[in-house]
């Protein structure tokens, strides 16, 4: 993938895996994350989890691992025209994908939480068509959830991505990979696939 691909994704994705190595051995969390590009030298993913859970205080061992995920889907080797031509074909599955790595920072601080709460909520209530805003509740009911979470930050180190999108298959086995997951309603696979195609053909024009 290429940085604007994986920028979209750390900016559109929904929820995402939080991964850390403890002493007592891996734990794993899926939350909402705010991607934050201008953190840090590499950016940084911004999220909470509950008081209660105990990933927060743990004692760390190396990096963190946030699995973020785009659309995916299985594709059948039905879809593909090749298949009438020779039938050399195979099931597979399309995805997005990226491995961000980083440094865990705990923020266990009523102000940046807030902040990054109404962060979150304008995010994912963005096209609503009354949104909700953070002010709609009672002060003492949000001060109250509040306590209740505790804000993270993966100060990111590197990033592995890769979009696996039918790239590798003609035109016409394309053509038929996103017939076939819209038939199936995934239209956002299909679109993925769509997209992967126009950015390729993009990169194959001369000067670029």
Known sequence: MDDAAVRDLLEHHGAA????ATSAGLVAT???FVYAPAAGERGALLGHVARTNDQW???LVGEALV????PDAYVSPSW???KLEHGRVVPTWNYLTAHVYGRLVVHDDPSWVDGLVRRLTAKHEAGTA???AVDDAPAAFVTGQLRAIVGVEVRITRIEAKAKMSQNRPETDVDGVIAGLEARGLQAAADAVRDARAARAARAQPGR
Do not use: E, F
């Open 57 to 59: 205080r743990a004692d």
């Open 30 to 32: 899926t939350l909402p």
């Open 130 to 132: 009354r949104p909700w």
């Open 67 to 70: 699995i973020v995920r785009g």
């Open 17 to 20: 895996d939080l991964i850390t």
């Open 80 to 82: 593909y025209a090749s």
